[in-house]
């Protein structure tokens, strides 16, 4: 996330790069391991979830914070409901209870949900930009 952050020039740019990130992890990743890890390695568990809250939590608000004063993003947004809200949709998306192997895709449930997240998000000139970087990816 650092290296993505440093590298990136503005706040879409970095969610973009941070999409293709996760669709590195997110394809490689069974849902299954999540549950596991929840039921069966508690310690574990809780090293992710404070792991989750105290750095990925605190990332997406500076990120969302940065993105409002580069004007991508709206300022009417609540900057630590959105970042808690993505940080729980990422695992929501593996909950296969919700999402069952046979049915869904990982990586496919992910973006959609990140697409949802950073569209719903952004001002119209972030809207505009993040159109430009996913044609640039698809081209």
């Known amino acids: 996330m650092c290296a993505i952050i440093s590298n990136s020039g503005n706040v879409i740019e970095e969610m973009i790069n941070m999409m293709k990130c996760s669709e590195e992890i997110f394809s490689r990743i069974n849902p299954i391991v999540i549950h596991d890890m929840q039921k069966y390695h508690p310690d574990a568990w809780k090293h992710f979830q404070t ?6 939590v605190h990332t997406l608000e500076e990120l969302l914070t940065k993105g ?9 947004i609540d900057v630590k ?10 695992e929501m998306g593996f909950n296969i209870n919700i999402f069952p192997i046979a ?37």
């Open 68 to 76: 409002i004063q580069q004007g991508y993003i709206r300022p009417d």
């Open 51 to 56: 792991f989750k809250t105290e750095v990925i």
């Open 103 to 139: 049915e869904f895709s990982t990586w496919t449930v992910q973006y959609q949900l990140l697409e949802h997240f950073n569209f719903g998000i952004c001002t119209l000139k972030g809207y505009k930009l993040l159109n430009e970087y996913k044609n640039i990816a698809n081209e």
């Open 81 to 90: 409901i959105m970042a808690r809200m993505r940080v729980n949709q990422v």
